[in-house]
């Protein structure tokens, strides 16, 4: 591997792609139509047929299915190989080292100490990701962090995991895949050259039947328990310290010391791409109401709608039921409603492979259509990533991206849960209720 001499410091010898990156202006600057490149950012370049060494921490549903992408890239020749497995619960973490034939480990820090892992993939319920992120950052690896990027309530601690990617350099791949998609770079494009005049107005959603994602999370033993192979304080976290609890450990998405429900399980996917392609920073205020209207048996709500009013003079509405799918399949792209982004002269919106870009009524503007490269997909999204770490260049799904919109579901979620108003403060870059 070749190592590079890091940067100058943050701070006085900022260049001005890390300024704009910084203040988080870079996802708009440096997207272009083939789903985005960026120049290199940063240390540890790797030559193209380095292999990368991944860690796994969690191995459940979502860390099992991503490794079956990764071991579907290995076979089409990308170097790279799952070395390490990390499970609190011992039949998991027994069944992914044999299955990748990788160590394991049952605490995530030793995981961090072993040579062969270059990159982990943090696959752990919500309230471990940053606390996670901030433990590989500092031991300097890259890392494939799933969505949401912290807990609803851990706004500190995200900003610490935040503050120290930026000072070890690290790359960073937040698992909103949907940003495998060129429409979100394309739409970008259009936007910053003007075609809708200034932005004002977006509105997305996330509308499904069902508490599967929650409810019908497996119980894999109904009569597991806490011991050496079933670490539940580690589980735990910095969470409350509660007894041991079956449906908690395996269901943990149905209870707010772990999840948030809708909010930020679902919505980083439909969030995500409306602040890549307006190009906002942080929201200035963030409102939200919902509940639990359909399904009862879980703390979390079903039903979760926010607005987010920015400092750029414009609007983000996001609304969202579990209980209600319109609209059909053929209206969806990814299984998710389509957003509409509105500016002083028009609009860009989504129809079947096209972005189709109509003037306002009076506009001196003409409608276009502009024909969608690609889609999203899993591989797709890992190659990204990869291919980042080798070159330092900025995933599509960066973390700076991610906190900007982990910041405005974690407003929108106290927001909710207070009943309040929450606002940013920008110059002291925390949430106020
Ligand atoms: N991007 C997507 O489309 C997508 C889809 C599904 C899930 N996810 C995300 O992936 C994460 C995991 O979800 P899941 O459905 O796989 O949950 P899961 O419960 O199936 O898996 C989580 C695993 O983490 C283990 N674990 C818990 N605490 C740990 C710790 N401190 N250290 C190591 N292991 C620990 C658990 O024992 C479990 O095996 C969630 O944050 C979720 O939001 C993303």
Redesign the pocket.
Known sequence: MLRVAPHCGETNTMTRRRFLSATGTVACLASTGRAGTSAALSTDVRGANDRIGVGL???????NSLMASLLKLQQTGTPVEIVAV????RP?LDKAAKQYNAKSYMR?QDLLVDKRVDAVCI????H??APQLLDAAEAGKDAYC???LSHWSQFDLTKRAVQAVRKRERIVQV?T?CMSDSAWHQAAERVKAGDIGKPIHAECGYFRVGDWGERG?PIDDANARPGKDLLWD??L?DRPKRPFDVSRFFR?RMYEDYSGGPVT?LYPHVLTPVVNVLGVGMPGVAVATGGKFRYQEREVPDTFNMILDYPEQLSIAVLGTQGNDYPPNEKRRDGLPTPVFRGWEGTVAIEGGELVILPNSGSKKSAKRVPIQHGSSQERYWTNFLECCRTRRRPWGHLELAYRVQTALQMAMLAFRNGRTARFDAANERIVL
Not at 57 to 63: D, E, M, S
Not at 86 to 89: K, N
Not at 123 to 126: L, W
Request: charged share 25%; glycine share 20%; with cysteine.
């Open positions: 921490i969690g191995c459940g549903g979502r860390g990390c499970d609190v619960y998991r995530h696959a752990t319920p919500d471990h990701h799933e969505k949401p698992g895949q999370m580690v589980f976290g943990w399980d």
